[in-house]
């Protein structure tokens, strides 16, 4: 659905302040149906510095002709003149915009009521606890903010015919070390203490709190003392500050009133949050509500054991991924981390494994922890907005957020939520875990660092260790007279989706395969790596024994965990004798084998029900003992059982029935091979609740019993 959309520029929007702006936005815009995204950078460093700020490219991801409106937090940022080149694209485009805490030439301005507020908290010092002894701590002498908090409180001294003392206001720089100076200055005895000390921001409050308590002046027996702003934390201090919220939420509301020319408020006339430092005393309910939102804000503090190994296994698991697919996957697994979000739209450049960001198309991929995720689409630059926004029934506030690691950026993510007020400290967490987990898969999955690793040695392959064709020619021609020929293995890989989404997905299996085939081996085999996916094996003696057992194993350990869309195939041939001759001979029979299985196979895919044939298929293999009966598989693909047959038979070349027995046997060869259970049991293992039954029907697919089986095939050997 297509409506009107409002940009946000911000900088940390997770930071209190700032969320108090955005609820204030979102609620005037959801009144008018609007949409609301916003365009944030994660840490916001307060220093010009490439490295530090190169999160800041999520800035780029703006364009004001996808907008009806453009709202800047200007107090957000350190310097404004980094976005001069985005302020002119916004008057190219001649977008209405408005700036919240600041002026920018051509825009509308809205400023807080920083001196009302002031002169209300001073009135309130003055008219309920008569106070007129009052020093005044606020910020930086050159900054407009410290004067305007200074001339609300001048305005209330007047008010009541109070003489104001300009000797009693300090400058500080609305930070902890101001408060904790004053307060050094009293303790010494260098400025006698005065009845109240009204701080300009909550943090200067804060540490003059603290430092005189430790000190053993009592708050506020000897000297009350006021914050403002309410950027939250009074829980974290000594005694409970007083203080008053600013108007952000409100200020957020007239800017979208500008925008949209509508008249939405709400009544947020009383914002005097009272606590210990003055004798009011602390509301039970307001602080409630405040440590509820600290626990929000700072979910790390407050978990129980539980979620905090939810958060911890979180990581562990990114980090184990091999793929961007599994990556996704454990994504999905954790969604529920991101609290109150709708969804998440992960957006990766194209090439985000590669060493240069291309910025011009991304693969995005949306999770909400609802369902499996399907596999990213890819999005032009032009279009991501769109394609984020269009589906959604009701409006929403979409948060840009960058995705990168030191200097190499990957992307954004785009979180979503249907409430105003979504969007808090745990996806800073979240983003940044992602963005580490998705530095080590690239590490793990650099083409460049594999190809140079596979030219170290021209003997041997540095991926599996096993020796090239070249070496492999030559030990076979040193062989003994108890070689007795070779076994080729070759996986084929034959879907043809090659883009970034499965880009050294190949790598992984290759790598698995080859670990699989050591183990089966004993130290008399040779094993080689004919090209990127054939592998061959010079055997010692029992070739036939070593043939069945890299056939079943590697039917579990491999093809039945990676089957999938369906990507791999895998052929094993064998033959007697071990020349050159031979070895060409097999080369050639294996490819062949494999490469018509291929073909088949890709020209399968136009098939209606294709794909939930390949998930049906899927599960018959990963767990044969519990697959659905003919009746059940049809009705779970809404297709008559006639139908089902048919058209499972022409994708796989073989009946589904057919296919589950097969599979259930090829199960039990691996446990035959692989432990020591009793044939009871195996049958049990295997779907069967009768071991007659299970044993004849062994026979009929495999030619001999399952004791015969074990007999001839399976003896122990190590590491399986």
Known sequence: MLRKKIAVITARADDRIQK??????????????????VFSNIHNHWIKDNVLNFENIIYDFFDPSDFDGVIITAEAFM??????????????????????????????????DDDDDM?????????????????????????????????????????????????????????????????NRYISGELSLPQAVMCANDCMAYQLCDTLSVAGIRIPE??????YDYTGGRIYHYPVLTTFRGGRRTIGIKAVNYLLSS??????????????????????SELYDEIYLERIDHPNMFLSSIAQFCVAQFSVDLTLCRTLREYIEALNNYFYLLHGASSLYLCLDKDWNSSEYAGDAYLCCEINGMKTPGEPIMVSKGTLLSAITQSRQKPAVYYFSPVYFQTRFYGCAVSAYETPDGYDFSFRNWNQTISNALEFLRLKNDNHYLSLCQRTSSLYDALTG?????????????????????IAIKVNF????????????????????AQTIKQICTDKEICCRADNNLFLILCHEKREILSERINVILHRNIYAKYYENPSLIISVEDCEGYSSKDIDNIISKTESSSGQTAFLLKNREPVTQFNNLLELRKEVITNPQASPDTDSASRKLCISIGYFRSVYKKCFGVSYVQDCINEKIMLARYLLCTT?????????????TSEKYFARQFKQTVGMSPIQYRKRYCAPFNHV
Not at 494 to 513: A, G, H, L, T, W
């Open 263 to 284: 008249n939405y408020t709400i009544d947020d006339s009383n914002r005097f949050v009272s606590g210990s430092t003055c004798s009011c005393g602390t509301n039970p």
């Open 79 to 112: 310097d404004l003149s980094m976005f001069s080149d985005i302020f002119e694209k916004i008057r190219e485009a001649k977008k209405p915009a408005a700036v919240i805490g600041g002026e920018i030439e051509g825009f509308h301005s809205l400023f807080f």
């Open 676 to 688: 020591v259970m009793s044939i009871y049991t195996i049958a049990v293992q295997c779907g069967y």
């Open 494 to 513: 034959c879907s043809d989706k090659e883009y970034s989404f499965e880009r050294n997905y190949q790598s992984d299996i290759i790598s698995s395969f």
């Open 119 to 183: 002169e209300k908290l001073c009135e309130h010092l003055i008219t309920i606890h008569n106070i007129t002894d009052i020093h005044i701590l606020t910020g930086p002498k050159e900054n407009i903010f410290s004067h305007r908090r200074v001339r609300g409180c001048k305005r209330a001294f007047e008010k009541h015919g109070i003489p104001f003392d300009e000797n009693k206001v300090f400058f500080g720089d609305f930070w902890y070390d101001s408060g904790e100076s004053l307060a």
């Open 222 to 227: 000897d000297v009350t003392v006021t914050g």
């Open 466 to 486: 096993f020796c090239k064709i070249t070496e492999f020619r030559r030990s076979a021609e040193e062989s003994d007279s108890k070689k007795t020929g070779i």
């Open 20 to 37: 108090d702006i955005l609820l204030g936005i979102a609620e005037a815009a959801f009144s008018e149906n609007v949409d609301v995204v």
